[in-house]
Every structure is written in C-alpha cells, then in structure tokens.
C-alpha cells in the first residue's frame, strides 16, 4: 500500500472519510480519452476511446486487456502512463461538489482519505493540478483491495461511484456512499450493497452532517 500526506492538519474528533477518484472527485474522462487516442496513433491498434471511457473504475491492465494481447500489456501500461502526464491531467476537471465534499469532513473534525485504483503518481498529478488536498492518497488498489487503505486508516465511510467501490467499503465495514457519476447507474450501485446512493456529490455535505451526528446514519 502506497500512501501520500498532501493536507496537513491536526487530529480531530470527526470521521475518516474515503474518496475514490475518477468519475467521483474528478472528471477524467477527456484527458484519458486524449491518452489512449495518442497510444492509439503509436501503436496502430484501433482503440475506441469513446468506449473506454465510459468504463473506468477498474485498474489500467484491465483495460488493456481489451485491445492488447497478454505479452503486450506490461509495456503498454508503461507507455500509457509515460504519456499521461501530458495528454491527461489539463484536460481534467472536479466533478460537481467535490471541493465541497472535502472541505465539509475538514469542517467536521475529520480526515479525507483518496483510494483509487489509478496509478499513484497520476493521481498526485491531478489532486495537485486541481488543488485537491486530501490527508492521505492511496494508489493502485481496486474494488475489495481498497479495504486494505480504509481499514488501515480507519476510515468509517467510503464515497465512489462503481460497484467496486462499494465492495471495498464493504470489506472495510465502512459506509458505502455511492455517487451516480460514472459508469455504473443508482439501481446498479443500490442492488451492489451500497448504503446511500446520491446523485453526485452536491448532496454529500448534507448527508454527512447526519452522519458525524450518530456516528453511523445512512439515512
């Protein structure tokens, strides 16, 4: 496990709270699809982009697999990942909320905790492009391998958008919190186990305030 402090802040009394990153605090899409269009134009392998992104959730090698036959994808993840600083990280936005979200677990006493399956340092590169601070980034853990990162550093509830992510909050005995933001649909994110589903992180601070209040409402 890989972690990264990029908020200092003192010890308080309120909740860890875990974020995933694309599609949850960050809107990646337009720069992923950049980069794998640029992968695209080396390599001659016809990638549809446009497919690509509206899957993301799942480490990089699993997307790979689509396009690369198995001896290929280590050197292709490589390149993938020198390209990305480039051709990804302008074109990143924050997803609705998102500042909000972060600065409403500060204002409860708490720690916010970024768990994301994307390569670490692409991941610093967009938290410190979009000033993002949170306590504590975890790279290159996914579904219930985030578990490792929740429960390492106590986190008591985990917001994401995939039902990966609701599986790790749920191996940690964390909250699942699931935004309606990527790939995957309310009524998916509902049947996976996820405690509360909202329809993006708009709605987060308020949700919150309920839950730092008993410690475990979903209401």
């Not at 949170?134 to 219930?144: I, M, N, Q, S, Y």
Request: glycine share 10%; hydrophobic share 45%; with cysteine.
């Amino acid at each position: 496990m890989s972690g990264m402090v990029a908020h200092a802040s003192s010890p308080g009394t309120g909740p860890t709270v875990g974020f995933d990153l694309d599609m949850t605090l960050i809107d990646s899409r337009p720069g992923i699809h950049a980069t794998w269009r640029r992968l695209s134009a080396e390599t001659g392998v016809d990638i549809d982009a446009d497919l690509v992104v509206t899957r993301l959730g799942p480490p990089l090698v699993q997307e790979m697999a689509y396009w690369f036959p198995p001896e290929e994808i280590p050197a292709m993840a490589e390149r993938y990942r020198r390209l990305y600083p480039d051709h990804a990280i302008e074109p990143t936005t924050v997803m609705p909320g998102a500042r909000a979200a972060l600065e409403a677990v500060r204002d409860a006493g708490g720690r916010t905790l970024v768990v994301t399956a994307k390569y670490r340092p692409s991941a610093a590169l967009h938290l410190e492009h979009l000033g993002l601070c949170p306590d504590v980034l975890v790279g290159d853990l996914w579904a219930e391998g985030k578990a490792e990162a929740l429960t390492a550093h106590g986190a008591s509830a985990y917001v994401g958008d995939h039902v990966g992510d609701v599986r790790g909050a749920r191996m940690a005995g964390a909250v699942s919190v699931a935004v309606a933001t990527g790939p995957c649909d309310a009524a998916e994110l509902s049947a996976a186990g996820a405690d509360v589903v909202l329809p993006d992180l708009t709605g987060f601070p308020s949700w919150l305030a309920g839950f730092a209040g008993d410690g475990r409402s979903v209401a």
